[in-house]
């Protein structure tokens, strides 16, 4: 059965740190990309970040570049989100996602991913 599972995610001040984890089971990253995507009370769900597994291959949306970094680790079957420079806009539900697809610009689209975590809450606040 293939699942992802989220962890991680939580309360912070501004300016601080989290690092959210999703663990695959039921098949292997290999050959897969995986992306991080949140969605924010009201608004569509976006694409944060995406790594493609067999070469590292990665893409970051403007607003996160230069603050939070996208990684694998294909021994443990998990990828990592590392979120520095926490902002009140980065307020979000935020999911894991696996796309057995290609990497190109389709992957900043949802409808392009297999499988879907079930989010987990990330909350910057003073």
């Known amino acids: 059965q293939v699942q992802l599972v989220e962890s991680g995610g939580g309360l912070v001040q501004p300016g601080g740190s989290l690092r959210l984890s999703c663990a695959a089971s039921g098949f292997t990253l290999d050959y897969y990309i995986m992306g991080w995507f949140r969605q924010a009370p009201g608004k569509e769900r976006e694409v944060v970040s995406c790594?493609?597994?067999?070469?590292?291959?990665?893409y970051y949306t403007n607003t996160v570049k230069g603050r939070f970094t996208i990684s694998i680790d294909n021994a443990k079957n998990t990828v990592y989100l590392e979120m520095n420079s926490l902002k009140p806009e980065d307020t979000a539900v935020y999911y894991c996602?696996?796309?057995?697809?290609?990497?190109?610009?389709?992957?900043?689209?949802?409808?392009?991913?297999?499988?879907w975590g079930q989010g987990i809450q990330v909350t910057v606040s003073s």
């Open positions: 790594i493609r597994s067999n070469d590292e291959s990665t």
């Open positions: 996602a696996a796309s057995s697809g290609t990497w190109g610009p389709w992957i900043i689209k949802r409808s392009s991913y297999n499988y």
